[in-house]
């Protein structure tokens, strides 16, 4: 079964950046569209950003384009997400998923997710 792990969230003041690391182990994420999530408690998981097989195609939540990129290393086995200009409201559990279908900002489609990692963005 393909594991994901992500990596890299911390602690940014407003108007920092960070980027996460979405690294697949067992299997390769050469085949699988790849997607970013984030959620706080009380509220639904949200899709953020997403990106298709081999790069193909890229998508992003309105909330962060312009601020966000996301890309993948299918020789290195791992997505990243650059996070730029963040705000308080970025604060989240951020959550990498992969789907062996099409990019997707419903969480129920995705086939297979990390257990995510904290950023919290705060002063």
């Known amino acids: 079964q393909l594991q994901l792990v992500e990596s890299g969230g911390g602690l940014v003041q407003p108007g920092g950046s960070l980027t996460l690391s979405c690294a697949a182990s067992r299997f390769t994420l050469e085949y699988y569209a790849i997607a970013w999530f984030r959620q706080v408690p009380g509220k639904e998981r949200e899709g953020v950003s997403c990106?298709?097989?081999?790069?193909?195609?890229?998508n992003y939540a309105d909330s962060v384009k312009g601020r966000f990129t996301i890309s993948r290393d299918d020789a290195k086995n791992t997505v990243y997400l650059q996070m730029s200009h963040l705000k308080p409201e970025d604060t989240a559990v951020y959550y990498c998923?992969?789907?062996?279908?099409?990019?997707?900002?419903?969480?129920?489609?995705?086939?297979?997710w990390g257990k995510g990692t904290l950023v919290t963005v705060s002063s």
């Open positions: 990106i298709g097989t081999y790069g193909g195609s890229t």
């Open positions: 998923a992969a789907t062996v279908t099409s990019c997707s900002d419903d969480a129920n489609s995705m086939d297979f």
